[in-house]
C-alpha cells in the first residue's frame, strides 16, 4: 500500500466500542499503521491500549475474558470465575456522584500496558471530553493518562465526573462523538469509525435508562451529521452491531461477530481510495 500517513478517529459507545478492535485488525492485515489517534469514550480506552503498543489480540482477548460463548446466556455469568471482577467493574454505586464505577475496570484493562503517561504512547494519541460547567469540548494529550481516559468516558448518571486540571470533566460524546476533526491536516487518509450502532426493535417502547441513553444518541448522532457536512473524513465506516445495550460488555464475543464484515468493508475502502490517490 502507497498510503503514508493514517489518522484514525475511534468514537464512543459503550460496549459496542469493542468492535474498534476489528478496525484496527484489519489495518494490521493490510500492514498499516496510523500515525495519529483520536478517541472519545470507549475509543479513547481502545485508543490508548493500542497507542501504547498493546497489541490488538491481546486486548481482545481481555475482553473476551469477560464474554458469554455462543453456548451461554446470561446466567452463565455466575458461575464463571472472574465474576467477582465483574461485580468490581460494574456493580452499583449507591452513594457518590455515578450508579457505576468504572476506575477498577479502566485499572484492570490497564494492568498490561506500561504507558502511564502521555508521552510513553509509542502514537500520538488526543482525547476528548467535556468541560461540565463550561459547555466546551476539551482535547487531552498530555499528562496522566488514566484520569483523561476515565473523564471521555464520564457518562452522565452513570459514572462519576472526573477533575482535571481544576475543571470537572464528562464523557466526551456529549461534544464530539467521533473526534475526526482533531486528526491533524497531514494525514494522507483520514478514518473514522462510528460504533453508536443499531436497534432492531423500533416499536418496542422504550424503559428509562434507554430512553436516558437513546437520547444521549439521537444527540450524538445530530453532532455527527453535522461534522461530516463540514468536512467529511476519506473513510468513515460504521460497524454493524445491533442491539447492544451500552454496558454489555458480556456480548464482546457476539459484537465481534456481529462486525466481522466491518474488516472486509474497511480493506476494500482503504483499497479503493489508494487505487484513486495512490
Not at 482533531?182 to 422504550?206: F, H
Request: charged share 25%.
Amino acid at each position: 500500500m502507497s498510503v503514508k500517513k493514517i489518522g484514525l478517529a475511534l468514537g464512543g459507545g459503550g460496549a459496542k466500542g469493542v468492535s474498534h478492535l476489528l478496525i484496527l485488525e484489519a489495518l494490521e492485515e493490510l500492514d498499516l499503521k496510523p500515525a495519529y489517534v483520536t478517541g472519545t469514550s470507549i475509543g479513547a480506552l481502545i485508543g490508548a491500549m493500542y497507542c501504547a503498543g498493546m497489541p490488538t489480540q491481546d486486548i481482545k482477548e481481555i475482553f473476551l475474558e469477560f464474554s458469554l460463548k455462543d453456548n451461554e446466556s446470561i446466567k452463565h455469568l455466575v458461575t464463571k470465575k472472574h465474576i467477582f471482577k465483574w461485580m468490581d467493574f460494574i456493580g452499583p454505586q449507591f452513594r457518590g456522584r455515578g450508579l457505576i464505577r468504572v476506575e477498577n475496570l479502566i485499572s484492570y484493562l490497564f494492568e498490561s500496558v506500561q504507558a502511564k503517561r502521555f508521552t510513553q504512547l509509542e502514537i500520538p494519541l488526543k482525547v476528548v471530553a467535556s468541560d461540565f460547567w463550561n459547555r466546551q469540548q476539551v482535547v487531552l494529550d498530555k499528562g496522566a493518562l488514566i484520569p483523561a481516559i476515565r473523564a471521555s468516558m464520564s457518562l452522565p448518571g452513570l459514572f462519576e465526573p472526573v477533575k482535571v486540571g481544576g475543571r470537572i470533566l464528562i464523557d466526551g460524546g456529549a461534544v464530539n462523538p467521533v473526534p475526526f476533526d482533531l486528526l491533524p491536516d497531514s494525514c494522507d487518509l483520514r478514518i473514522a469509525v462510528d460504533v453508536i450502532g443499531e436497534r432492531s426493535d423500533t416499536e418496542k417502547m422504550p424503559s428509562l435508562s434507554e430512553a436516558v441513553f437513546n437520547t444521549y444518541q439521537i444527540m450524538q448522532k445530530s453532532i455527527i451529521r453535522e461534522k461530516l457536512e463540514k468536512a467529511p473524513p476519506e473513510i468513515y465506516i460504521e460497524p454493524s452491531v445491533v442491539n447492544v445495550k451500552m454496558l454489555g460488555f458480556y456480548r464482546a464475543n457476539e459484537i465481534f461477530k456481529q462486525a466481522t464484515a466491518t474488516k472486509s468493508n474497511l480493506k476494500r475502502k482503504i483499497t479503493l481510495w489508494e487505487k484513486h490517490h495512490g
